[in-house]
């Protein structure tokens, strides 16, 4: 990749980001994030330039931009920050780290990020700005929407379908054909044996509403 790139947050998510961006060369030229305690840092070698605002300095021609801030309950940051640069004409760049597996076929919309140890299968799609997180397997033919999070572990078989802004939380396993609603969220651990409804909590084995 020639493309340069900036990263939208300087904590936990965006470190993890900047490792795999590193490991693949590409040319990152800095971080950015809302706390000033950390303008001026570096992380991985690479610096902490100021706070979003400092990226309308840029042309749009001349960088793409990824985020960094993790996806936590409904993610509501992380999306707003995607949003609202997507709508002031940046492109988003996708993160795949080197040792993931994607198959060919694989679609990614544009933001979306595959970490470390992830298995995708054939015939998925992973949706604009979601993340496939450390160690995850999708298997072949799954849907996953916009602005999600499969957290580290999760294991989904196959045809699962992951709606827009749901939660798959650290070591969940959802069985074959299941559907999970719009921001729907499967707490860590759960065996999900059935569809979800939107905007369910569910967890347990087999998972059950809380």
Known sequence: MSENILIIGAGGHAKVLLNALQLSSVNVLGLTDSDPTKHGSSILGCPVLGDDTMIDAYDLTDVRLIIGIGSIETGSARQDAFERFQANGFTFSNCVHPSASVAPD???????????????????????????NTRTSVDHDCQIGDHAHIAPGAVLAGTVTVADHAQIGIGASIIQGVHIGEAAMIAAGATVIRDVPARTRVGGTPAQAF
């Open 106 to 132: 694989v679609k990614l919309a544009p933001g979306s990020q595959v970490m470390a140890g992830v298995i995708i299968q054939p015939g998925c799609v992973i949706g604009m700005n979601s993340i496939i």
